[in-house]
C-alpha cells in the first residue's frame, strides 16, 4: 500500500509540473528582409535582446524555430518605445505605422515539414500560414483583433499597447488567440518575426525586446 502510495504521489508531481519557458535568442538566426531596396531598420541582436531603430523606414526580421517549439501555447516578453510613431489604422495598408510588431508564423504539420528552411517571403505568401501579429502601437483599444491589410485572411493584428512610449511586459496565450482568430485546429509554431514600420509617417523608432520565452 505504501509502494502504491509513493507511486501515486509521485506520478502527481510528474503530471502537474509546470512547463518550463524555454528562451528564444537573439541572434544570429535572425534574418533580415527588406521590402525596400532604400529603405530598412536597424536591429542590434545581443542575445538576450534586440533593439530597433527605425527613420521612416520599415523591415522585418525573422527565424525559423527547431520542432521543439512547434507544440507551443503561449509566450512572454518585455519591451518598451523611447521614441514612437503618432497613432495610425492598423487597417489601413500604406498607413499602419507602429512601433513594434512581434509575429507568431504557423503551418498545419505537414507543410511545416514540407517547408523547413523556408523564407520568410515563401511562409507569409503561402496559403496554409496563419499569423498572429501582436503590436504596440495605432490607434486602437488593447486587446483589439484587427484584420491584417497586407495578410487578409491568414493574419490577424493583436494590439496589446496603443501608440506611445514605455516599458511593458507581455503574456499571450497563442492557443486562444489562434482559435479565436482562425477557428482553432492543430497548427505548428513555425517561427517568429519583429519589425517597426515608420516610412509612411516619416517619424523615428528606438525601441527594444528582451527576454522572449515560449512554451
Not at 529603405?39 to 523606414?57: E, L, P, Q, R
Amino acid at each position: 500500500m505504501m509502494r502504491l502510495i509513493a507511486t501515486a504521489a509521485t506520478l502527481l508531481c510528474l503530471t502537474s509540473a509546470p512547463v518550463v519557458a524555454a528562451p528564444v535568442s537573439f541572434d544570429g538566426t535572425w534574418k533580415t528582409q527588406k521590402f525596400s531596396l532604400f529603405s530598412s531598420n536597424t536591429y542590434g541582436f545581443n542575445g538576450g535582446s534586440v533593439s530597433v531603430a527605425s527613420n521612416g523606414s520599415v523591415s522585418l526580421a525573422y527565424r525559423p524555430l527547431p520542432e521543439s517549439f512547434w507544440d507551443a501555447s503561449s509566450a512572454t516578453w518585455s519591451w518598451s518605445v523611447e521614441e514612437g510613431v503618432p497613432p495610425t489604422d492598423l487597417r489601413q495598408k500604406g498607413g499602419d505605422d507602429r512601433n513594434l510588431a512581434l509575429y507568431f508564423v504557423f503551418l498545419p504539420a505537414a507543410e511545416a515539414q514540407a517547408l523547413k528552411g523556408a523564407s520568410v517571403r515563401q511562409l507569409l505568401t503561402n496559403d496554409a500560414a496563419r499569423v498572429l501579429v501582436y503590436v504596440w502601437g495605432g490607434a486602437h483599444d488593447r486587446g483589439a483583433v484587427l484584420g491584417s491589410p497586407y495578410l487578409g485572411d491568414r493574419g490577424r493584428t493583436i494590439v496589446l499597447r496603443g501608440s506611445g512610449t514605455g516599458n511593458a511586459n507581455e503574456n499571450v496565450n497563442l492557443s486562444r488567440d489562434y482559435a479565436n482568430a482562425f477557428g482553432g485546429g492543430g497548427a505548428a509554431l513555425v517561427g517568429l518575426a519583429l519589425s517597426g514600420d515608420s516610412d509612411d509617417t516619416d517619424t523615428s523608432i528606438r525601441a527594444s525586446i528582451s527576454d522572449l520565452n515560449i512554451n
